[in-house]
């Protein structure tokens, strides 16, 4: 009974100390503007519908159309 207290009580106090978790370097600023444009696409590949009022047939925005000018009739 005495060697069962005993364990509970080594398990017990190294179960109590908080790990210590490695602090993660903060980004770059260049990594940070990949991360911010890597989200933002993922999100609007996931939300199509989003704000539907502002897209055309095709599901575009105008903005993001092509910017191919079609050729003019002189």
Excluded: F
């Amino acid at each position: 009974m005495k060697m069962v207290l005993l364990v509970m009580l080594l398990v017990a106090s190294a179960e109590g100390q908080p790990a210590t978790a490695p602090i993660p370097e903060p980004l770059s600023i260049h990594e940070q503007i990949r991360a911010d444009r890597a989200r933002a696409k993922v999100e609007e590949e996931n939300s199509p519908k989003a704000r539907y009022w502002d897209r055309g047939v095709d599901g575009k925005r105008p903005w993001d159309s092509s910017k191919e000018i079609p050729p003019t009739k002189e």
